[in-house]
C-alpha cells in the first residue's frame, strides 16, 4: 500500500504504510514514522505491539503457536540436515593438540581467512607476515600490544568456513571447547583425561576419505614449502597455554643456521649426520625390523653458554622439524603435566630437556620405583628425603616450589610403553657427573657429547662472523683485513678459557668494528677470566624466555637473526 503523507500535530510531515487502526484521521502516535529522524527497528517492534494488542486481528496466542511451530520443526530440520550431511560426506575430527590440525589451521588462515574476499570474521594476530604465521597465538593483539606497526593476519576464528579447493568444497569447522563461547562448544574433543579440547573438522561430499586425506596432505606440503626459513619452538610452562587451550605455546623463530654454532667441526659433521641417519628410510626399517623401538636421545653437557641450546635449535632447522623445549627447573612441571606433554608430540621433533641436573629430579623411594636401584656419582642414599620421600638429585632452585617430576615419571614419559616414538630427545647438563645412570642408559641416551669452552679455530670463526661480515657487507674492510683481524684476535684469546657466550658478548658490545674489537680485547680478557660462565649466560639472550615474557619474546625475535 502507497504511503500516505499526513500532517502530525506539532507540524512535521509523517507517512503512513497502512490503513490507520482506528478512527480515520485519529493517527496513534506508535504508527507514526518521522521522516527522517526514526529507528527502523524501534518502528518495526512497535508496529509489531500494535498488532499483537487484543483486536487488532494477530493475537499473542499467534505469535504462542508460532514459537510452539518453530520448536518442533528445528529438530526435524536439523535431524535431516544431520542425516543429509553423515549419509552424503565423509568427515575428520581432529584435536588441536594435534600438529596436523595445526597445519590445516594454517592453510586455512594463509589460503581462506587472509585471502578471501567473503571473510567478514577472523581471530587477528600480529606479526611479521614473511614468518610463517602460527596458529596457538590466538589473541594475540592482546599478548602484542606494541607491535601495532605491524602487518596483521588473520586465523579462522571458532566457528565454520566453506571453500573450494579446485572443484570440490570443504567445510572447516574449530570446535571452541576451551577458547570458544559456551554455544560453540558442542561437538568439542575429550582428551584421554576427560579434559574438552578445542578440535578442527573437515567436512567435504563424498563417501570416501581420499580427498580429506589429500588435502591434509597438501596442507603439510605447503606448511614445508612456507616454513623454510624459520622455525617452530614450543615451550611449555607446566600450564595450558590461555589463549590456545594447548600444553605447548609457540613462537616462531628465523631459523638459526648450522654455520652460526662455532664448535669443533668434526663433532659438528658427525651429530647432523647421526640425526640424518635417524630420520632416514633406512633407519626406520632397521629400527622396524629389529624390534627397537623408534627413538634416539643425546646428552650435551658442559658449562651454561657453550651452545648446548643453540646448536638443537639449529639441528631442528637443519632437519626440517620442530623443536619442543621443556624446562623442569621451573617447578611447574608434574609428573602428570610431563607425560601429556610427550604424548601432544609429533612423531618427527627434536625436544629438549633443558637443564636436567638442576631441576631436582628424585628416585622415588619404595614401590613406585620403576628401575632397578643404580649407583651413581651421589649415592641417593646420602641425599636428603623430603616430606613426600623422594631423593632429589641436586639441589632444585627456590623457584621449584610447587611440582617436582620424580626420576620414574621422567623415564616413563620418554620412553614408556605409552610413550610416542619418532622424536629425537636431547637433555642438556651442567654437571651429568651427579646424574642418575638410569637416565643416561644406552638405550635412552645414546650420544653424549661435551660442548666445551672456545679452542682457536671457533674463536677465529666467531670473530669472522660476528665481525667480519657485517664489516665487509658495509665494505669498510676487506676480506683479507678481516682474516688479519680475525687471525690477531685468535691469538690474543686464550684457548679453552672462555665459552662461546662470553665470546659472543664482547663481539657484539663492538658492533661490527673491528678496531673497536682489537682495542678493547686485551681489557676484556681481564674482565671476562673473573666472570663465571654462568654471568656470562645471564648477560646473553636465552633461546625462550619464560612465557610470561611473551611479550618480550615477539619483540626480541630479531635478535636471533644470526
Ligand atoms: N658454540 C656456539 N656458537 C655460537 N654461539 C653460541 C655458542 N654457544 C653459545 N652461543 C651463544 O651463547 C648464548 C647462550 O647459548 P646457549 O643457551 O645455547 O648455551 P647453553 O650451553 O645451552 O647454556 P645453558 O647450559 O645455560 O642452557 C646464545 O646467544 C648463543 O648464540
Redesign the pocket.
Known sequence: MAPKAVEASDGRQVELYREPLTTPGLVPTHLKRATADANPIIEVIQRFLAHAQPGSGATIEKLVGLVALYKVVSPVWRFVKDLFLRSLTSRISISEYDPVAQEIIQWVSAEVVNKGLLSTSATVMTGDMSLYMVPDVYGELRRQPKRQSDDVSCIPPIGKKIFWVGFRPFLFARTGSVTGTKSQRGGAMIDYQGTPQNSVVLLTPGWSLRPLMDFIKHCHEYKLINMDGSTNIYFSSGKVDPYSGHLWSTVVKAR?KLD????DATLKAELVSDAEYYYSDESRKFFADCGIPYRRGYL?Y????????????ALAGHLGCDLYLINLATGDVSDGHLHRLFLALPRKCIVVI??IDSCGIGREQGPASTEPKQPSATAPSELPITSDGVHRLGYPPASAKRHMVTLSGLLNAIDGNASAEGRLLIM???NPNILDEALTRPGRIDLKVC?GK?MPK?IHD?FK?LIGRAAIAGKRYAEHEIEEFARTFTTKVPPNTF???QV??FLQSCRGDPIKAMQGVDAWIEKARDQS??E??KE????VPPPEAAEAIMDDLDDYL?
Open positions: 638459526r652460526t654454532i662455532d664448535m650435551f658442559g658449562p651454561p653458554g657453550t651452545g648446548k641450546t643453540s646448536f638443537s635449535a633443558e637443564d642438556t647438563s651442567n660442548f672456545m671457533a666467531i662472523r665459552t662461546p657466550a659472543q658478548n660462565p654462568e656470562a649466560v646473553s639472550a636465552p633461546l644470526c
